[in-house]
C-alpha cells in the first residue's frame, strides 16, 4: 500500500507526453538566410538549404528550438534570427519603438490639451459684457422697434 | 502656459525632423560601404581591410596584419560555393609553388558552417591558413559581392592586381590571376 504514490508516479511520467519537437516550418520563418536577408521559408539560395538541412537533422537528434537558435547566432551570428533578442543591447529593438509611440502619444496629449484649453479661454474672451449704458440704450431701442 | 506647450511641442517637432534628416545625410554619406573592391577598381591605393579571425586549419586566429611582409592571396569562399570547389586545387597548387617566395595564400570562409568547411578543406587537401568569417563581416569592408572572390596583397599590405570574381581558374580570370599573384610577390611578369 505505501508503495502506491510510487507506482503512480511512474505510471503519471510513462503516461505524460514528450516535450512537443521542434516545428521545421515555425523554425525557417524565424531565421534568416544570411546571403539573400530573407527568412529561410522565402529563400533557396545555396545556404539556406543546408540551414534547413542542419535545422532537420539538429531536430531528429532531439535539440530543443533554443538549442537549434543558439547554434546557428554562433555560426552565422546574431543577425541569424528573424527577431531581436529580448535582452541586452537586442532590448532596445524592442522598447524604442514603444517609448516612441507613448512618447507621440503624450505629445498628441498635451496639444490637444492646449488647443481644447485655449479654445475655451478664447470662447470667454468673446463675450465681454456689455457697457450698463449701452445695454440701458439697446434695450430701450428694442422696446421701441417692437411697440 | 498654452504657449509655452505649443512652442515645446514646436521645438521637440523640429529636434526630430532635424535627427530624422541628420539620419539620411548621414546614411548617404558614410552609409553606403563600398569597399576596398570598388576603391582598388577606381585605381585607388588601398591598404588590405583588417579582419582578425579564428582558424579553421588550426587553434587560433588570423589577422592580415600578421602577414605583413609575406605576398597574400587572399579567397572568400564557403562549402557550399560550387565554383569554389573548382578553384580549390589551384589556389592549392599556387600555394605550394610559391611558398619558399614568401607567398601565402588564405581562405576566408564565409557564411558557412565550420564543420562543412573543414571538411571542405579535408575532401580538396587544402594546408593553407583558413579562417572562419560565420557571420559575414568581411564582406561589407572588402566589397565582396559574390563567391568565390580573391584579392592580391603585396608585402607593403595594399591590394595589388584586380578582384577576381569567380573561380580563378576559368578562362576569363586565369591572366588576371597570375598577374595578380606575380604583383602581390612583386615580380610583375
Known amino acids: 500500500m505505501r508503495s502506491l504514490p510510487v507506482v503512480v508516479a511512474v505510471a503519471l511520467a510513462l503516461c505524460a507526453p514528450a516535450a512537443a519537437a521542434p516545428n521545421p516550418a515555425d523554425l525557417e520563418a524565424e531565421l534568416v538566410c544570411p546571403t539573400c536577408d530573407t527568412t529561410l521559408d522565402q529563400s533557396n539560395a545555396p545556404v539556406a538549404q543546408r540551414m534547413k538541412q542542419i535545422i532537420r537533422q539538429h531536430i531528429a537528434a532531439g535539440w530543443t528550438e533554443a538549442e537549434i537558435k543558439a547554434d546557428l547566432v554562433d555560426q552565422f551570428g546574431p543577425g541569424v534570427l528573424a527577431e531581436p533578442p529580448k535582452s541586452g543591447f537586442d532590448l532596445l529593438a524592442w522598447l524604442l519603438p514603444l517609448g516612441l509611440l507613448a512618447a507621440g502619444a503624450v505629445g498628441v496629449g498635451i496639444v490637444a490639451w492646449g488647443w481644447s484649453h485655449r479654445r475655451g479661454t478664447a470662447g470667454e474672451d468673446a463675450a465681454p459684457p456689455l457697457d450698463p449704458e449701452l445695454e440701458r440704450r439697446l434695450d430701450a431701442e428694442l422696446e421701441r422697434y417692437e411697440a | ?189
Open chain 2, 1 to 189: 502656459m498654452t504657449g509655452t506647450v505649443q512652442r515645446v511641442g514646436q521645438a521637440v517637432a523640429l529636434v526630430g525632423v532635424a535627427a530624422l534628416l541628420g539620419l539620411l545625410v548621414w546614411k548617404v554619406a558614410f552609409g553606403s560601404e563600398d569597399g576596398a573592391a570598388d576603391d582598388l577598381a577606381a585605381g585607388k591605393v588601398v591598404a588590405a581591410p583588417a579582419f582578425s579571425l579564428e582558424r579553421l586549419d588550426e587553434d587560433g586566429a588570423l589577422s592580415i596584419a600578421d602577414l605583413r611582409g609575406k605576398a597574400v592571396v587572399v579567397n572568400f569562399w564557403a562549402s557550399w560555393c560550387v565554383p569554389c570547389r573548382d578553384e580549390a586545387p589551384v589556389l592549392q597548387q599556387t600555394y605550394e609553388r610559391y611558398r619558399d617566395d614568401g607567398l601565402v595564400v588564405v581562405g576566408v570562409d564565409v557564411n558557412d558552417f565550420r564543420a562543412d568547411a573543414r571538411r571542405f578543406m579535408q575532401k580538396f587537401g587544402l594546408t593553407y591558413p583558413v579562417v572562419y568569417d560565420g557571420k559575414g563581416s568581411t564582406i561589407g569592408k572588402w566589397g565582396v559581392r559574390g563567391f568565390p572572390e580573391t584579392f592580391f596583397v603585396d608585402r607593403s599590405g595594399r591590394l595589388v592586381g584586380e578582384r577576381i570574381s569567380g573561380a580563378v581558374d576559368i578562362e576569363r580570370n586565369r591572366d588576371a590571376y597570375e598577374r595578380g599573384v606575380a604583383l602581390a610577390l612583386g615580380s610583375d611578369r
